[in-house]
T-cell receptor
């Protein structure tokens, strides 16, 4: 039973355009969400996070949007660059209600940015 | 500063043999995690160490898997009597925060059981 779902295994975008990566979750207790980027043969690197008290967090070209009513978050990359080509993982955690608080990861979306 | 390091980077072993995977976390990080990523799958939580507290072993898939963390720093993940389904990339992460916040990952150990 997947609590964090990334339904698109891959996404291809032209350089300079917007990349939108989506993530859905089922556990309403999740209160913190993160995005990680992973290059081949490397470990995931932290990209950006958002607390459930916010609906948007921005860091340079990267913006994460959270829609709690829809249990949906998305990562926008504008403008996309070839170096952004990687696998992007969505993760979530819950810190209250007796939860352990461990990060739960989605299966990832492979982004390809074409020059 | 130095990030999380893991060794070996690649390990090929025969079915039934034991293997040990090592993780050196970022200095000062009190939390240490082990995950594995099988082909086409997300990151599967295995075990979590926080300071001197008893580890959270809830993610270990079987009693063939164990881990220890000596002196609150280096950690070793041991898999006994390896099976082909144990083939995966094993990732270690450390964090200065309590669980559920940002973690910093090592490059992983790719384990292949033949």
């Amino acid at each position: 039973d997947q609590q964090v779902k990334q339904n698109s295994p891959s996404l291809s975008v032209q350089e300079g355009r917007i990349s939108i990566l989506n993530c859905d979750y089922t556990n309403s207790m999740f209160d913190y969400f993160l995005w990680y980027k992973k290059y081949p043969a490397e470990g995931p690197t932290f990209l950006i996070s958002i607390s459930s008290i916010k609906d948007k967090n921005e860091d340079g070209r990267f913006t994460v949007f959270l829609n709690k009513s829809a249990k949906h978050l998305s990562l926008h990359i504008v403008p996309s660059q070839p170096g952004d080509s990687a696998v992007y993982f969505c993760a979530a955690s819950a810190h209250y209600g007796g939860s352990q608080g461990n990060l739960i990861f989605g299966k990832g979306t492979k982004l390809s940015v074409k020059p | 500063g130095a990030g999380v390091s893991q060794s070996p980077s690649n390990k090929v072993t025969e079915k039934g043999k034991d293997v040990e995977l090592r993780c050196d976390p970022i200095s000062g990080h009190t939390a240490l995690y082990w995950y594995r990523q099988s082909l086409g799958q997300g990151l599967e939580f295995l075990i979590y160490f926080q300071g001197n507290s008893a580890p959270d072993k809830s993610g270990l898939p079987s009693d063939r898997f164990s881990a220890e963390r000596t002196g609150g720093s280096v950690s070793t993940l041991t898999i006994q009597r390896t099976q082909q389904e144990d083939s995966a990339v094993y990732l270690c992460a450390s964090s200065p925060y309590r669980t559920g916040y940002e973690q910093y990952f090592g490059p992983g150990t790719r384990l292949t059981v033949t």
